[in-house]
């Protein structure tokens, strides 16, 4: 076991011996070749049959970029890329302003929600830039211009950036900004095309102006049609996962681009951990105020995550190694009690401020998040040496 950091070398352990296997076992739907929105609080598979794009696209993105690293279980990638397919077949809506619907039912087929939504084609995209990387298929290649096309036509918007929804929701948000720049980031990877930092440019020049609070030094979440900052809009409400999320994108993104994006970084996660709850290991709360007062009395498995994440990227940037301590410590923290006293390769997803478990089911879309942070462990050797 690792001396340095056992913590987050058992955590990619556990993730790849036994949350990739279950998820790709118990997860996956064989008879319609597709994944499942959640597992039961007792690991079996949920029955409704509710599905929504960015889940199951969250998960083909999880099982192909596992293959390309070389820790994907066997079949994981042959089950990804059907359930590709399966979505595409059910969620695409290709008359009036095309793109692909917000979910579906995945035993009947049918549409459950059509709303074309920002959020779920960076989902999209992003499975697709790592089913191409996997597998050199040219068809995914066509996928990813067919469904940036569709994010320009039917999601374009006033004032910058894009549409919340094809029905062009208010408030406007940060995260579906967030997550397209993660996608347009992982496109720059795999195929290189100046086209993709062309929109990673924009939207980091859209966090630098819009979401960036430079007063107050914070990450805003909802914004006015004009991207005004108002309470009407919800603007005073704050998650501090999100800002941990941003300094590991922005970090990705100045290792890709050679941009600065001191100070930026630090004034997230400082906030972040300044608001955290907990003992001895800070953890996040879900919501708090733009004055570090907690909303929420919760605390979700996925910015715990994400704040493992922002830890590693400060540790590859400064260079201080206290960040992978702290890192380390917020990884045992999982193991004491999101992961304790569940079924293998699953989780308790929610708990509030005291420490009492909150969750009745086990989301797949917290896979997404665990895996994101061992992805970024596996390209890291030392840490596991």
């Given at each position: ?143 990813i211009e067919n469904t940036l096309e569709a994010v320009d036509t039917t999601l374009a918007a ?74 009407t809009s919800g603007s005073q409400r704050l998650e501090p996962g999100h800002m941990c999320e ?140």
């Amino acid at each position: 076991m690792n001396d340095g950091y056992p913590a987050l070398a058992r955590l990619v352990k556990w993730f790849v011996g036994d949350a990739l296997p279950r998820w790709v076992g118990s997860g996956y739907d064989d008879v319609q070749g597709q994944f499942l929105e959640c597992l039961a609080v007792d690991g079996l598979p949920e029955s409704s049959g509710l599905l929504r794009t960015r889940s199951a696209a969250r998960q083909i993105y999880v099982f192909a970029h596992a293959h390309a690293l070389g820790v994907g279980p066997l079949g994981g990638l042959e089950r990804a890329e059907r359930a590709f397919a399966n979505l595409h077949d059910r969620g695409w809506i290709s008359v009036d302003r095309p793109g692909y619907a917000r979910s579906f039912d995945r035993i009947t087929g049918a549409l459950v929600d059509p709303v074309r939504d920002l959020y779920d084609h960076a989902c999209v995209l992003l499975a697709l830039a790592w089913l191409f990387k996997a597998t050199g298929r040219s068809l995914y290649q066509q996928h990813i211009e067919n469904t940036l096309e569709a994010v320009d036509t039917t999601l374009a918007a006033d004032f910058g950036g894009w549409a919340e929804d094809s029905e062009k929701t208010l408030p406007r948000r940060q995260n579906p900004h967030m997550h397209f720049f993660e996608a347009c980031l992982a496109l720059m990877d795999v195929t290189g095309e100046t086209a993709h930092r062309k929109r990673s440019d924009a939207l980091f020049a859209l966090f630098e102006t819009r979401f960036f609070d430079l007063r107050m030094r914070v990450l805003r979440e909802y914004f006015g049609a004009a991207w005004e900052i108002d309470e009407t809009s919800g603007s005073q409400r704050l998650e501090p996962g999100h800002m941990c999320e941003w300094v590991w994108l922005l970090r990705k993104y100045a290792a890709m681009t050679s941009v600065s994006v001191e100070p930026y970084c630090e004034d997230l996660l400082h906030f972040s951990i300044t608001t955290g709850t907990g003992g001895h290991v800070r953890l996040l709360a879900d919501e708090v105020t733009d004055q570090g007062d907690v909303l929420k009395k919760s605390r979700r498995l996925w910015p715990q995550a994400e704040l493992i994440k922002a830890h590693i990227m400060q540790f590859d940037a400064k260079g201080n190694a206290s960040h992978l301590r702290q890192a380390d410590a917020v990884a045992a923290e999982l193991f004491r009690t999101y992961f304790a006293e569940t079924p293998t390769g699953t989780w308790r997803d929610c708990f509030d401020l005291e420490g009492r478990s909150l969750a009745t089911i086990i989301p797949a879309s917290s896979h997404y998040h665990l895996w994101t942070v061992v992805s970024e462990i596996l390209l890291r050797p030392k840490i596991m040496s």
